[in-house]
């Protein structure tokens, strides 16, 4: 059984004051609090941005709130991984990487048939079947004075932790 001397515990209380006085800085100084950060955000944010960027035509940003697990359609890739991805959607292993301007085209439309004066959202439910965490977003649009209520919105976590919309029923605003 070890035993600590009487040199061995005035050594340890010695230490314990450095160390307390080290932590404690000059003058009294207190550390800063801690800054408490949002939680990222959920399904109906995501939705929420894609709507506001649709309002403004901002199609970059309606392109950074649309798209896959895998990623935004934003993010159409690189030179090298797009020339690879190409080559696998030949023998059918994959898609080709998207165009920008096809993005932009893309995103142009669904800007163009949402064009909300205003929204709100009403609920979301969990999506059954699918691989990756899906969650359907209704929301009540206005477009062009007319009220429709219950559009579909549906979103999924991507792997960076961010949700996507990856689908709208734009058929709701156009019949």
């Given at each position: 059984?070890?035993?600590?001397?009487?040199?061995?515990?005035?050594?340890?209380?010695?230490?314990?004051?450095?160390?307390?006085?080290?932590?404690?800085?000059?003058?009294g100084?207190?550390?800063?609090?801690?800054a408490?950060?949002?939680?990222p955000?959920?399904?109906?944010?995501?939705v929420?941005?894609?709507l506001?960027?649709a309002?403004l035509?901002?199609?970059?940003e309606?392109a950074?709130?649309?798209?896959?697990?895998?990623g935004?359609?934003a993010?159409t890739?690189?030179?090298?991984?797009c020339?690879?991805r190409?080559?696998?959607?030949w023998?059918?292993?994959?898609?080709?990487c998207?165009?920008?301007?096809?993005?932009?085209?893309?995103?142009?439309?669904?800007?163009?048939?949402l064009?909300?004066?205003?929204?709100?959202?009403?609920?979301?439910?969990?999506v059954a079947?699918?691989?990756?965490?899906?969650?359907?977003?209704?929301v009540?649009?206005?477009?062009?004075?007319?009220?429709?209520?219950?559009?579909p919105f549906?979103?999924?976590?991507?792997?960076?932790?961010?949700w996507?919309?990856?689908?709208?029923e734009?058929?709701?605003l156009?019949?």
């Amino acid at each position: 059984m070890a035993r600590i001397g009487v040199v061995g515990r005035w050594g340890l209380f010695a230490s314990a004051v450095v160390a307390a006085s080290a932590f404690a800085g000059c003058g009294g100084a207190t550390m800063p609090p801690l800054a408490v950060q949002d939680p990222p955000p959920g399904p109906s944010q995501a939705v929420e941005s894609f709507l506001e960027a649709a309002a403004l035509r901002d199609l970059s940003e309606m392109a950074r709130s649309f798209g896959t697990s895998n990623g935004p359609v934003a993010e159409t890739g690189g030179t090298a991984g797009c020339a690879l991805r190409k080559v696998g959607s030949w023998v059918g292993i994959g898609e080709a990487c998207p165009r920008w301007s096809d993005v932009e085209l893309r995103m142009d439309l669904m800007a163009a048939i949402l064009a909300p004066s205003a929204y709100r959202v009403r609920a979301e439910e969990q999506v059954a079947g699918r691989e990756d965490p899906t969650v359907r977003v209704l929301v009540d649009v206005t477009v062009g004075g007319r009220e429709v209520p219950g559009v579909p919105f549906v979103v999924v976590l991507a792997r960076d932790g961010s949700w996507l919309v990856q689908q709208v029923e734009l058929e709701r605003l156009t019949g």
